[in-house]
């Protein structure tokens, strides 16, 4: 089945794979029915993943697959990357829901999938309730269990193990408001190449923008082949819509004028990525075949976004390319391989932006100044495209304070805010734990799970400034490497997470502590009081330490500052405003602790193998 497989002139258009393309919308009149009858049904509520999946799978996206998989289909792929009867289909398409959920739902029993604002999307009859393995999915699908590996974090972290299966009736598509034009699916797509007499269509993913080197080889292509170009844009969901989603739309859009009139058209696939090397390069080429692609354009390094604990790409370099032409015979599709990109020329924007660079690849393009970077760039790409893309330039990121009651976190947080308040345009964030609990949480206490809400929504918010290019600051104590290791996954998808370990001492806390609250946890008061009837799990692999025993605010501000910089979060470094006066009182009593920082508020596991920050060194 491998070698290089070619397609001939022919008079139809590509068929799908599997041979029909699956439409699981169901007629109005059946809508009209499930309608009236999902009240009374128990409802799934679709995280922005599986409403990207439904989307896919309605529309035969996702031909041949029906529904979402069993545990039959799931293990096959995970293992061999085939369905159960054989079919090659490289990834898992899953509906995992609650433990607890699941136990109001038995075999037979039809349920209601509903959008994050109730409305019905589709039913679906349980034909299976069933346990999946996410440690062992991670390892057959990225090749690691760590959380270094963005979309291995999120399978870790923000999924569960129990999947439903069944028979798939959809009742409508979800509404996307943006760029509805520049949205079609495959049988809108196969109309149109009727109506015109195409049956050769060259099918491109790009892996972020198109510039120039981009253009000229897929212009170049499509005449080879005497074919149209399909370029199709994944913008589906990892949480909600990703930072330069309408910069990267927009960016794609203005390149469209440097080809002939309807040589090249552009599409908006609501595919939320999985980001596996050669598996997505053979999943990709299998949904363009769907769309009536003759050829698919495979780059080297096909979605390599992973790292190893050495910060080594996860995936081999043509690993993607190889898989691709190993089973083109299978697929039914022309391999046109794109090998003469590297990083730096691949993607020009990285010099301008390090939204999703690697973090051995940062503290590298990091120390070339902007003005040489917009230089290159330039002779590479076009002005209009930089001009879009620069409109999401400033990254966000979020500084995480963790360490014990009276460690000195909220005081050194409070100083790094008026430091970085004073030297950035960009808006700032202090996350005030007494704000948060008033405003946010109100309702909450204080047992283990109230706290780890109180700092999931935390880290919640954090991300969404950090999303739009702000910088936030959070310090609560967080005891738990599960709950931070929750917060890192959703600040990541569009940022950078930055956790500072404040590692006083216990002794030192306590001495520190004016309100008595050691004292009284001590004496059995105050229950679950973290460092005494608490646990408190030391971060294993912080990208900053600091030690407020050993050294005053001002100081450890001064490290992290110039950790900052070092990095490129910081364009300069803030002056130190140290006061060299005598202090009106005890230094020890400048390192203290809000109320609602007292008392501990998160959790699940930070993997030992994590490699430090951007740039990898540890500031201690």
């Known amino acids: 089945m491998g070698g290089i497989h070619r397609l001939g002139k022919s008079k139809e258009l590509n068929s799908p794979f599997g041979g029909a393309l699956v439409n699981l919308k169901v007629t109005p009149d059946r809508a009209a029915e499930l309608k009236a009858v999902s009240h009374d049904l128990v409802s799934v509520d679709l995280s922005p993943r599986q409403l990207a999946d439904l989307e896919m799978l309605a529309t035969g ?17 995970c293992a061999r990357m085939r369905l159960a009867d054989g079919r090659l289909w490289p990834i898992p398409v899953t509906l995992d829901i609650s433990q607890k959920l699941a136990e109001e739902i038995s075999p037979g029993q039809p349920v209601a999938l509903r959008d994050a604002e109730g409305t019905l999307m589709a039913v679906l009859t349980v034909s299976e309730i069933w346990l999946r393995d996410r440690g062992a999915e ?8 760590s959380f270094t590996h963005v979309a291995a974090n999120q399978l870790l972290n923000a999924s569960g193990d129990t999947c439903l299966s069944g028979g798939f009736e959809v009742v409508e ?4 408001h943006d ?32 510039h120039r080197a981009h253009v000229e080889f897929t212009k170049r292509t499509a005449y080879l082949k005497d074919a149209v170009l399909l370029i199709q844009a994944s913008v589906g969901r990892r949480g909600l819509n990703d930072a330069d989603h309408f910069s990267r739309t927009r960016a794609l859009s203005v390149v469209l004028d440097r080809y002939a009139s309807q040589a090249a058209q552009l599409n908006l696939l609501e595919l939320s990525p999985r980001h596996v090397g050669a598996r997505s390069a053979l999943w990709h080429a299998i949904l363009h075949k769907n769309f009536g692609c003759t050829h698919f354009i495979v780059e080297h390094d096909y979605d390599d ?10 995936y081999g370099q043509y690993h993607g390319l190889d898989s691709v032409t190993w089973h083109a015979q299978e697929i039914g599709i022309e391999v046109v391989p794109f090998r003469n990109l590297v990083l730096e020329e691949d993607q020009p924007e990285k010099l301008l932006s390090l939204r999703g660079v ?5 503290g590298k393009i990091r120390e070339t100044s902007h003005e040489q970077n917009a230089e290159i760039a330039h002779w590479f790409s076009y002005p209009a495209v930089l001009e879009e893309w620069r409109k999401t330039l400033r990254q966000g990121f979020t500084l995480f304070f963790t360490g014990l009651s009276g ?22 964030t202090l996350f ?3 704000v948060v609990r008033k405003n946010i949480s109100s309702e909450l206490g204080f047992s283990r799970e109230h706290r780890d809400i109180n700092i999931q929504r935390q880290g919640y918010i954090a991300s969404l400034i950090t999303r739009h290019g702000g910088i936030a600051i959070c310090a609560p104590i967080a005891p738990y490497a599960n709950t931070r290791a929750q917060v890192r996954a959703m600040v990541e998808e569009d940022g950078d997470f930055i956790e500072i370990y404040v590692a006083t001492p216990l002794a030192v806390c306590e001495s520190r502590d004016r309100k008595g609250l050691y004292a009284r946890a001590r004496a059995g008061l105050i229950r679950q009081f973290t460092g005494v009837s608490d646990p408190y799990d030391t971060p294993s692999n912080p990208e900053i330490v600091v030690d407020t025993s050993l050294q005053s605010a001002n100081e450890a501000a001064d490290k992290i500052l110039a950790y900052l910089m070092a990095q490129g979060y910081l364009t300069r470094l803030a002056q130190t405003a140290v006061v060299q006066a005598k202090p009106t009182r005890d230094p020890a009593t400048l390192w203290t602790s809000s109320s609602a920082d007292v008392l501990p508020m998160t959790t699940l596991t930070a993997d030992p193998a994590r490699t430090t920050g951007p740039g990898k060194p540890l500031i201690k």
Request: glycine letters at 8%; a positive charge; charged letters at 25%.
């Open 61 to 77: 996206v996702f031909s041949p697959l029906q529904s979402f998989m069993g545990r039959a289909d799931y293990e096959a792929v």
């Open 407 to 428: 460690a000195g976190k909220s005081t050194l947080a409070q100083v790094l805010y008026a430091r970085l308040k004073e030297q950035e345009a960009r808006p700032v």
């Open 179 to 210: 760029f509805p034009s520049l949205r079609r699916t495959p049988a809108e797509w196969r109309a149109q190449y009727a109506q015109h007499h195409v049956t050769r269509v060259v099918g491109y993913h790009p892996r972020h923008l198109m």
């Open 138 to 145: 991670s390892q057959c699908l990225y090749g690691t269990r």
């Open 358 to 362: 690697s973090r051995r690849m940062k």
């Open 173 to 176: 598509l979800p509404m996307h």
């Open 305 to 314: 976004q992973g790292e190893g604990a050495t910060g080594d790409p996860m």
């Open 432 to 434: 005030d734990g007494d």
